[in-house]
């Protein structure tokens, strides 16, 4: 992490630091090292956001490497995860839980009848990610949140990857990276609302975009909103008539 995070970010970089060597395999830690800043401010927020007191907690996507970290941190937290497919209509589950985590998972589901494997589908309908939003939805408790963290699309190193004639994505194995308008379009056909939000740089802390800046300047794009990633709180109603500046102003961080 560098000086423009701020000391509550080093706070969960220490803590991170001192517990990956106890409980990940060395495997495990060279195979997420470019991770770690991700990680981190996950850690940070949802700490900020939810903290560490007892709830019932639904991981989507399976138990890996951030599990082990969020149960060594949050010890109050009952957790449990998926072993289905996400993308089926036949998951939901009614108002089990206080808090569903679908970090960096969204950008890995295509639609359910997708017959390809590849990055570049044929066709992308948003059924995947629908089902998995209305599941989630529907498996809140009445007053509980929806931690989503996913990649933007529209990032200062998206904008990079194009301009050098690369493909456009932070990992070519995703099926699609988001624009904030994309996500925000899926929340309201999934019954949420965003409470929360951060965008955030964890891919390339540290790099000069300033030419990137000088030319969204010149032709007058906004300067936010390009960090590499997004991350929400949502919960269970319907967006209605927010605007774009009620979102944004939800940043803490800048």
Not at 18 to 41: A, C, G, S
Not at 159 to 186: C, G, N, S, W
Request: glycine share 4%; charged share 25%; with cysteine.
């Amino acid at each position: 992490m560098v000086d423009k995070f701020n000391q509550e970010f080093n706070l969960y970089q220490k803590f991170l630091d001192e517990i990956k060597p106890v409980i990940l395999t060395e495997d495990e830690i060279f195979k997420h090292q470019y991770d770690w800043n991700r990680i981190i401010v996950s850690l940070a927020l949802l700490d900020r956001w939810y903290g560490n007191r007892a709830c019932d907690v639904l991981e989507l996507g399976g138990e890996g490497v951030v599990t082990k970290i969020l149960k060594s941190y949050f010890t109050e937290w009952k957790f449990s995860s998926t072993d289905f497919d996400l993308r089926s209509e036949e998951w939901y589950l009614d108002k089990c839980y206080d808090l569903i985590l679908c970090m960096e998972v969204a950008e890995h589901l295509s639609d359910p009848d997708s017959k390809s494997s590849d990055y570049f589908n044929e066709s992308f309908l948003y059924r995947g990610l629908d089902n998995c939003l209305r599941g989630a939805s529907k498996a809140l408790k009445n007053e509980g949140s929806l931690f989503l963290s996913t990649p933007n699309v529209s990032s200062n190193y998206n904008l990079l990857q194009t301009l050098e004639f690369k493909i456009p994505l932070q990992y070519l194995h995703h099926i699609r990276e988001y624009t904030l308008a994309e996500l925000v379009d899926a929340f309201k056909r999934c019954n949420l609302m965003v409470s929360k939000f951060e965008c955030i740089e964890v891919l390339c802390v540290g790099w000069d975009f300033s030419i990137l800046e000088e030319f969204y300047k010149r032709t007058k794009n906004a300067l936010n909103l390009r960090g590499s990633n997004f991350f929400m709180s949502l919960q269970r109603g319907e967006l209605g008539s927010a605007n774009w500046s009620d979102i944004i102003a939800l940043q803490s961080y800048s």
